[in-house]
């Protein structure tokens, strides 16, 4: 069975860090792109970050996606957090290549949530 959990969401304060995880199982992460989305209340689901098959990392901004094909895991680095942060964190994959869109992803975590207050 297909599965994505992500983990390491939690409270932490404005200027602070978190790095998310996103363990799979059932399939090998090798030959998909990743992405990471979040939600906030009342917000749509928007694209954090990405990773493409092949790729080690990816920087954008204040984000860091990374992945350990070895543990069949990729991350999340947050710096710099601040309230607007504050979402529910999905990791989802699809084949290769990295979509801007959500509904091009096939499979979805859970989500994990972040909360950025002081």
């Known amino acids: 069975q297909l599965q994505l959990v992500e983990s390491g969401g939690g409270l932490v304060q404005p200027g602070g860090s978190l790095r998310l995880s996103c363990a799979a199982s059932?399939?090998?992460?090798?030959?998909?792109?990743i992405g990471w989305f979040r939600q906030a209340p009342g917000k749509e689901r928007e694209g954090v970050s990405c990773?493409?098959?092949g790729d080690a990392d990816s920087v954008k901004g204040r984000f860091t996606i990374s992945r350990d094909n070895a543990k069949n895991t990729v991350y999340l680095q947050m710096v710099n957090l601040t309230p607007e942060d504050t979402a529910v964190y999905y990791c989802?994959?699809?084949?290769?290549?990295?979509?801007?869109?959500?509904?091009?992803?096939?499979?979805w975590g859970q989500g994990t949530q972040v909360t950025v207050s002081s």
């Open positions: 989802a994959v699809r084949r290769l290549y990295c979509s801007v869109y959500a509904s091009n992803y096939n499979y």
């Open positions: 059932g399939f090998t992460l090798d030959y998909y792109a």
């Open positions: 990773i493409n098959s």
